[in-house]
């Protein structure tokens, strides 16, 4: 039977481990180059993207990255700002 303290512990655990996880995701969503779909405006999906002039662009859907890569001259100036 665990006692009440090693129930506290867990919890604690637990906790610290879902901190250390939203940190770990914190870190991995803010080093894309861009957030919004350069087509829609929409938040980015970080599976979808494509390689343009060197940069890596992240969409939020395959639908736009359909679009993108079609006719990557219409978003240029939605792209030219990242790195
Ligand atoms: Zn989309």
């Known amino acids: 039977m ?4 090693n129930k ?3 919890v604690l655990l637990i906790l610290l481990a879902l901190v250390s996880f939203s ?12 957030y919004t779909c350069p087509v829609s405006g ?3 999906d970080p ?4 390689e343009y002039k060197g ?3 992240y969409f939020c ?5 359909g ?6 001259e219409k978003y240029e100036a939605n792209v030219s700002q990242l790195n």
């Open 2 to 5: 665990p006692s009440p303290d």
């Open 8 to 10: 506290r512990l867990r």
């Open 23 to 34: 940190f770990i995701v914190h870190y991995h969503v803010t080093k894309l180059p861009n």
């Open 42 to 44: 929409e938040a980015v």
């Open 47 to 50: 599976k979808r993207f494509t």
């Open 55 to 57: 940069k890596t662009i």
């Open 61 to 65: 859907c395959r639908v736009c990255l």
């Open 67 to 72: 679009q993108f890569e079609r006719n990557p």
